[in-house]
């Protein structure tokens, strides 16, 4: 346990310097909600800088309804839809009005990214084509399965908003280590646990602003560019625990090395020298 807390305390401290300090008035706020209907229970995951007030299911119109209050103008979201619960063409409204988010598939989830304004109180409407695809129906009595989305997709804002696509290579290799290397083991269950919690608080508004501002999106992209390039190590894990936990320390003290002594290193000699 306490080497879990350890490289997980490790990783927040290498990930805060690259991404920005903390915008405590823009805080991002992560939201599970559990739909119940047709004997199953789906979680629906928003990740965002607007709140869910309230959710309902209509499952005969197919549509999940999503009332939502944002103190912001801007508003960032993401919504980790399962396509068991809707799939086919999705159709959006905000607020009445017809909406066209991006939208990326897997097997499993659509991962929806909104990104519309207005403060105060909006209505989202999410309508499917099809609704409990690929699922057998059961009883209202029976135990109810759960569809977890939460650890079968989501996205690094910050980074999806400095390439600009969620389909950039450079964001496919943070899906792909969490997927195939973190959340493989416990320590880097613990770890993601943990660190949502934390990069979710700020990161839509850091992504948001990267949006706005050409110069600050190309400051992150140069920012974090050699850390993404680190985490190629971690691809010589061969999934145990042993290996993760050596060679996320060996990723941690690399990125400490370039975001902190490296600096420090120069610094000292710059003062020396004058």
Known sequence: ??????????????????????????????????????????????????????????????????????????????????????????????????????????????????NFTGSGNNKIEIIGTDYLQGLNQTSIEDPLPVENSQDKTGGCLIATAAFGSELAPQVQQLRELRDNQLLQTESGKSFMSSFNAFYYSFSPAIADYERENPVFKEAVKIAITPMLSTFSIMTLSDGSEATVLGLGLSVIALNIGMYFVAPAVVVVGIRKKF
Do not use: C, H
């Not at 915008?23 to 991002?28: E, M």
């Not at 789906?42 to 309902?56: G, H, K, L, P, W």
């Not at 508003?75 to 990326?104: A, M, S």
């Open 1 to 114: 346990m306490k080497s879990k807390l350890f490289v997980s305390f490790l990783l927040l401290l290498v990930v805060t310097p690259t991404f920005g300090q903390l915008l405590s008035d823009q805080t991002g706020l992560v939201n599970r909600l559990d739909v119940k209907t047709g004997g199953y229970t789906f979680e629906v995951e928003t990740v965002a800088n607007f709140d869910i007030q309230d959710f309902e299911f209509d499952e005969e119109q197919k549509r999940l309804t999503l009332y939502v209050s944002s103190s912001l103008e801007n508003n960032l979201g993401e919504v980790y839809l399962p396509q068991t619960l809707l799939n086919g063409n999705l159709t959006f409204y905000i607020n009445g009005e017809e909406y066209f988010p991006t939208i990326k598939l897997n097997d499993n989830i659509s991962f929806i990214t909104l």
